[in-house]
DNA sequence: GCCAACGTTGGC
DNA sequence: GCCAACGTTGGC
């Protein structure tokens, strides 16, 4: 049975929590989502599921790709029930980080959620344009 | 620094 | 339940 591959993206001010970081870190709970629809998708997250890692602010550039440790749980974080973080580890720093501009400039990659949507801070990516983004980072 | 987009809040 | 006012985010 082949197993489902899904992909994600979440989205970091740099200057909050950078790619260098988490790496160093070797892993991180994503607590602090505080928007519902974010928080779906933090939800529909499964172990080994793939996270591209985005720089937003001065940066705007996909950097790195982690991956999902665990299902979500109650965001230790949250001063009301009903939020939740996920478990990520780094897995390795993209070799050409895709910058919004190169999104922005490819006819499949603009359609992506995140970049229709700029203030989602989580959101789902298809396996299409996952393959484009690893073929774009790999050049 | 500005502003568009979006979400939240609170008065009615 | 509607909607105006306000706050936040993030690209430009």
């Known amino acids: 049975m082949p197993k489902e591959m899904r992909y994600w993206l979440v989205k970091q001010e740099p200057e909050d929590y950078s ?3 988490f790496a160093k870190d070797g892993g991180t709970d994503w607590t ?3 928007n519902y629809q974010a928080r779906n998708f933090l939800q529909g997250m499964k172990k080994g599921d793939s996270v591209f890692f985005y720089h937003s ?3 705007k550039q996909i950097v790195g790709i982690a991956k999902v440790e665990g299902e979500a749980v109650a965001d230790s974080t949250a001063d009301e029930p009903g939020w939740v973080m996920v478990r990520l ?3 390795k720093a993209l070799a050409q980080p895709i ?9 499949l990659l603009k359609q992506m959620l995140f970049v229709r949507q700029s203030r989602l ?19």
Not at 99 to 107: D, E, F, Y
Request: hydrophobic fraction near 35%; charged fraction near 30%.
């Open 57 to 59: 602010g001065k940066e």
């Open 99 to 107: 910058t919004l501009v190169q999104l922005k400039s490819n006819a």
């Open 32 to 34: 602090g989502v505080r």
């Open 121 to 139: 801070s989580v959101s789902s990516v298809t396996q299409e344009e996952a393959d484009e983004i690893l073929r774009l980072a790999s050049k």
């Open 19 to 21: 790619w260098d970081n």
């Open 89 to 91: 580890k780094p897995v």
